[in-house]
């Protein structure tokens, strides 16, 4: 199975911050790497598709990049509903694994 | 507008069975590939298990092969997670989700608000 690991698992940040969240794939994934977002109590939301595509709807603040086994997404502004936490997830062969997940929280 | 909802969560003793259901509706349900995804209590997100938009291919995790049967009805735009012999690992919260965005059927562009299982005595 591929393994993906995310950096940080926490990440405090304030308001207007530039934030980067970091994933490394166990091998090489190509660019069959998604990002979600997840708030308490709530299901998942696609952010990012194929490492750098955004999701329909989703603010052009996030954005993704990356290829192989390195990826990042990076939030050029948190607003205040940015809080949460953040999975990766790898689509290049099944089983497709996720991250362990970073949370973003206020500083 | 899409809408996955998910059914059939509950306590269950550790040995038993449950099947969850998915109810789909806003697109054209055998076009897209689906999936379960878990997450257990305080934890990260797992896929369990995903199907064709056809049925006709199926594929596991490891931690539940043999002991779950993923299936789908697409006349009445259903997808079902068929779980045995459960055990207290396997409780979470089982998320529904669409494939659709590209070309990997693991992109998950809509998801269900879930279904808690609880396996304890």
């Known amino acids: 199975d591929i393994q993906m690991t995310q950096s940080p698992s926490s990440l405090p940040a304030s308001v207007g911050d530039r934030v980067t969240i970091t994933c490394r794939a166990s091998?090489?994934?190509?660019?069959?790497l998604n990002w979600y977002q997840q708030k308490p109590g709530k299901a998942p939301k696609l952010l990012i598709y194929a490492a750098s595509s955004l999701q329909s709807g989703v603010p052009s603040r996030f954005s993704g990049s990356g290829s192989g086994t390195d990826f990042t997404l990076t939030i050029s502004s948190l607003q205040p509903e940015d809080f949460a936490t953040y999975y990766c997830q790898q689509t290049y062969s099944t089983p497709w694994t996720f991250g362990q997940g970073t949370k973003v929280e206020i500083k | 507008e899409v809408q996955l909802l998910e059914s059939g969560g509950g306590l269950v003793q550790p040995g038993g069975s449950l099947r969850l259901s998915c109810a789909a509706s806003g697109f054209t349900f055998s076009t897209y590939a689906m999936s379960w995804v878990r997450q257990a209590p305080g934890k990260g997100l797992e896929w369990v298990s995903g199907i064709s938009g056809t049925g006709g291919s199926t594929y596991y995790a490891d931690s539940v092969k043999g002991r779950f049967t993923i299936s789908r009805d697409n006349s009445k735009n259903m997808m079902y997670l068929q779980m045995n012999s459960l055990r207290a690992e396997h409780t979470a919260v089982y998320y529904c989700?669409?494939?659709?965005?590209?070309?990997?059927?693991?992109?998950?562009?809509?998801w269900g608000q879930g279904t808690l299982v609880t396996v304890s005595s």
């Open positions: 989700a669409k494939a659709g965005v590209g070309v990997a059927d693991g992109n998950f562009d809509y």
């Open positions: 091998q090489s994934i190509s660019s069959y």
